[in-house]
């Protein structure tokens, strides 16, 4: 990545600075940057958490900026946001019917312009993302959130429901999860107390481009 502008690479900590105001955003091949603004009560920590997990194909990165800004980041951009909803996005346009000319992505001419927009700036670039801030360009590295250990009864296990999400007993085994959603051909959300942290869904859905 070309970042500019005298931004340089480092392996400093991410602190739990909370923002109002994030630009998420990513490099297209003329260099150019599609962004779009993120209001958000979350720490930095938790937002580049969420986009290394669940925004880590291209497709995806796509599908979230398409939803214009927004003020819930949610693992999934696919799906219309509901209340109390602990899974997709809220957009300004989709979910607030906001004025599009108002709230739809923006291009920035390059990095270097986009770096400046918000004191914290979230960029995807290459199958990479990285952390924009106090002329520092940080390298988001890979986040692994399964456990080290193969017992999962921390975690609880949810479908969709009629009423939202409904919790569901499922194997006590990472390995067996999988498995689980071919059976009963579910989607399954898994949460750490209020945390999501995995979404699997069953393979025939991969197959058609839902991953």
């Given at each position: 990545m070309n970042a500019g502008g005298g931004l340089f690479f480092t392996n400093n900590s991410i602190t739990d600075?909370?923002?109002?105001?994030?630009?998420?955003?990513?490099?297209?091949?003329?260099?150019k940057v599609r962004h779009i603004k993120a209001y958000l009560e979350?720490?930095?920590?938790?937002?580049?958490?969420?986009l290394r997990v669940f925004y880590s194909s291209e497709k995806r990165v796509d599908a979230l900026l398409s939803l214009g800004d927004i003020d819930v980041l949610g693992?999934?951009?696919?799906g219309k946001w509901e209340r109390l909803d602990r899974?997709?996005?809220?957009?300004?346009?989709?979910?607030?019917?906001?004025?599009?000319n108002r709230y739809s992505a923006r291009i920035a001419d390059n990095?270097?312009?986009?770096?400046?927009?918000?004191?914290?700036?979230?960029?995807?670039d290459n199958g990479v993302w990285y952390l924009l801030t106090n002329g520092e360009c940080i390298r988001l590295e890979r986040f692994n959130f399964f456990p080290v250990h193969k017992d999962m009864r921390?975690?609880?296990?949810?479908?969709?429901?009629?009423?939202?999400?409904e919790k569901i007993n499922a194997p006590y085994?990472?390995?067996?999860?999988?498995?689980?959603?071919?059976?009963?051909?579910?989607?399954?959300?898994?949460?750490?107390?209020?945390?999501l942290v995995k979404i699997i869904r069953p393979s025939n859905l991969k197959s058609k481009g839902h991953a």
């Open positions: 600075t909370i923002m109002s105001l994030f630009q998420i955003g990513k490099v297209l091949p003329d260099g979350n720490t930095i920590d938790e937002i580049s958490q969420k693992p999934s951009p696919f899974v997709h996005c809220r957009s300004f346009i989709r979910d607030g019917y906001g004025d599009k990095v270097e312009t986009f770096t400046h927009m918000a004191d914290h700036c979230l960029l995807y921390m975690y609880s296990v949810y479908v969709e429901g009629g009423r939202g999400l085994s990472w390995s067996q999860l999988q498995k689980y959603a071919d059976k009963v051909n579910w989607t399954l959300y898994v949460f750490r107390k209020e945390k």
